[in-house]
């Protein structure tokens, strides 16, 4: 028998030429219902996917809910945005999207003092992957400022739970590359702000500092067809962090341009991100309201 070669295999980090795109729609009043269709990137091993979401938010002069249905891309790695390629057998795998649910409600419950809630409920699936559920919950309370032109500055308290069903955060074949921790417990110290409404130009923006309880379970080797071989349980607790600004500018009554920047400290990974962005209005707008940065609190 010839003898025993190894193989060799440089993992992919980067990937050129992709694209995707989507298209939102969103008609705003008290009662505001809003609609958007995309794909995942093309280009990359696997097909596009399409994802969107369909949701309705009411408000009052106290607060708001929202409820609203929605399929998404994981992002968190190659594996689970686009997918790779496996070097034994050559099969392509990966390209994870999240379908589900969530609701969330805000609320002025006393003079200065708001509460938030949330709650989702996702199933994840990938091509070759091993499917996966997840749950998650926040709760906040924050205290408002007035401060000449801004609409608010809150300091408050925020805790977090999430969990799932598997552990895919692994790159051998079936896993989906993904963090996915048996349960994340997080508590923050969280300040936010809005600038004035109604203007050419908005901006908002948070900063938090918190703690962090992360377990992650132990998982098979090759999830679709467990051979005894496990990678092992993972427990963390850390300091958290994260800044993050957006705004945004009426160029003209029916164009708007807009950007965010985002950097977050985390127990498995750090995060950095940048974009901008353009948006037509069917409707001339002589100014600017927090809803065209994605913000729901009245």
């Given at each position: 028998?010839?003898?025993?070669?190894?193989?060799?295999?440089?993992?992919?980090?980067s990937l050129?030429?992709l694209w995707?795109?989507?298209?939102h729609?969103?008609y705003?009043?008290?009662v505001?219902?809003?609609v958007?269709?995309?794909?995942?990137?093309?280009g990359?091993?696997l097909?596009s996917k399409?994802?969107?979401?369909?949701?309705?938010?009411?408000?009052?002069?106290k607060?708001?809910v929202?409820?609203?249905?929605y399929?998404k891309?994981v992002?968190d790695?190659?594996?689970?945005y686009?997918?790779?390629?496996d070097p034994?057998s050559?099969?392509d795998?990966?390209?994870?999207?999240?379908s589900?649910?969530?609701?969330?409600f805000?609320r002025?419950?006393a003079?200065?003092?708001t509460i938030?809630?949330?709650?989702?409920y996702g199933?994840?699936?990938?091509?070759d992957v091993?499917t996966n559920?997840h749950?998650s919950?926040?709760a906040a309370i924050?205290?408002?400022f007035?401060?000449?032109n801004?609409?608010y500055?809150?300091?408050?308290?925020?805790g977090s739970?999430?969990?799932?069903?598997?552990?895919q955060n692994h790159?051998?074949?079936g896993n989906?590359?993904?963090f996915?921790?048996?349960?994340l417990?997080q508590a923050?110290?969280?300040?936010?702000?809005?600038?004035?409404?109604?203007?050419r130009w908005i901006s908002?923006?948070t900063l938090?500092?918190?703690?962090?309880?992360?377990?992650q379970a132990?998982?098979?080797?090759?999830?679709?067809d467990?051979?005894g071989?496990n990678?092992?349980?993972?427990?963390s607790?850390?300091?958290?962090?994260?800044i993050?600004?957006?705004?945004a500018?009426?160029?003209?009554p029916?164009?708007l341009?807009?950007?965010?920047?985002?950097y977050?400290?985390?127990?498995d990974?750090?995060?950095g991100?940048?974009?901008l962005?353009v948006?037509?209005?069917?409707?001339?707008?002589?100014?600017?309201?927090?809803?065209d940065?994605?913000?729901?609190?009245?």
């Amino acid at each position: 028998a010839p003898p025993a070669t190894k193989y060799s295999y440089t993992p992919t980090t980067s990937l050129n030429n992709l694209w995707d795109f989507s298209v939102h729609f969103e008609y705003q009043d008290w009662v505001t219902w809003y609609v958007t269709f995309g794909i995942t990137p093309s280009g990359g091993p696997l097909n596009s996917k399409p994802i969107g979401n369909i949701g309705m938010i009411y408000r009052d002069e106290k607060g708001y809910v929202q409820a609203e249905l929605y399929s998404k891309a994981v992002k968190d790695s190659i594996l689970s945005y686009v997918g790779n390629t496996d070097p034994y057998s050559g099969e392509d795998w990966g390209g994870v999207t999240e379908s589900g649910g969530r609701i969330s409600f805000f609320r002025s419950i006393a003079p200065k003092w708001t509460i938030f809630l949330n709650g989702s409920y996702g199933y994840l699936d990938g091509t070759d992957v091993k499917t996966n559920t997840h749950l998650s919950g926040t709760a906040a309370i924050a205290y408002e400022f007035t401060v000449k032109n801004f609409e608010y500055i809150t300091v408050g308290l925020a805790g977090s739970y999430e969990t799932y069903d598997n552990n895919q955060n692994h790159f051998t074949y079936g896993n989906g590359g993904y963090f996915s921790p048996e349960y994340l417990a997080q508590a923050l110290l969280q300040g936010q702000y809005l600038t004035e409404e109604g203007k050419r130009w908005i901006s908002a923006g948070t900063l938090g500092l918190g703690v962090q309880s992360n377990t992650q379970a132990a998982s098979p080797y090759f999830p679709l067809d467990p051979d005894g071989r496990n990678f092992e349980s993972e427990d963390s607790s850390t300091v958290i962090g994260l800044i993050a600004a957006q705004g945004a500018y009426l160029i003209s009554p029916n164009w708007l341009i807009g950007g965010q920047v985002g950097y977050a400290v985390t127990a498995d990974y750090n995060e950095g991100s940048i974009g901008l962005y353009v948006r037509y209005f069917f409707e001339p707008r002589n100014g600017l309201l927090r809803t065209d940065l994605g913000l729901d609190r009245p």
